[in-house]
């Protein structure tokens, strides 16, 4: 069984920063992409960074220049760094990970955590 489990998360005032964790566990043999998306109410879930296993990134426009996204496939974590956060990125994030189980051949499949909410607020 493959489980995702984030870490951080809460409330942050407009400009402070709050660092987000993510952890795969369980039988795993290998992971691709891993990567965090984040819902607001009433809007669908949306990308926010992703890294791929050669440590590539990818960002969505809003937070360019103010996330950092990094892994450590060694612990089979992913961790968001979020700077100068705004009232705009309150949100639940996600994580999200493509992963290869024990046992499964050569199927990938995509996991994800539970959710852990960012609140930015005054």
């Known amino acids: 069984q493959v489980q995702l489990l984030e870490s951080g998360g809460g409330l942050v005032q407009p400009g402070g920063s709050l660092v987000l964790s993510c952890a795969a566990s369980g039988s795993i043999f290998s992971i691709n992409d891993m990567g965090w998306y984040r819902q607001a109410p009433g809007k669908e879930r949306d990308l926010v960074a992703a890294i791929y296993r050669g440590g590539g990134t990818r960002y969505s426009d809003s937070v360019k220049g103010r996330f950092t996204i990094s892994r450590d496939n060694v612990k089979n974590t992913v961790t968001l760094q979020m700077n100068s956060l705004t009232v705009e990125d309150t949100a639940a994030y996600y994580c999200?990970?493509?992963?290869?189980?024990?046992?499964?051949?050569?199927?990938?499949?995509?996991?994800w955590g539970q959710g852990t909410q960012v609140t930015v607020s005054s």
């Open positions: 999200h990970a493509e992963i290869l189980p024990t046992g499964e051949g050569l199927r990938v499949y995509d996991y």
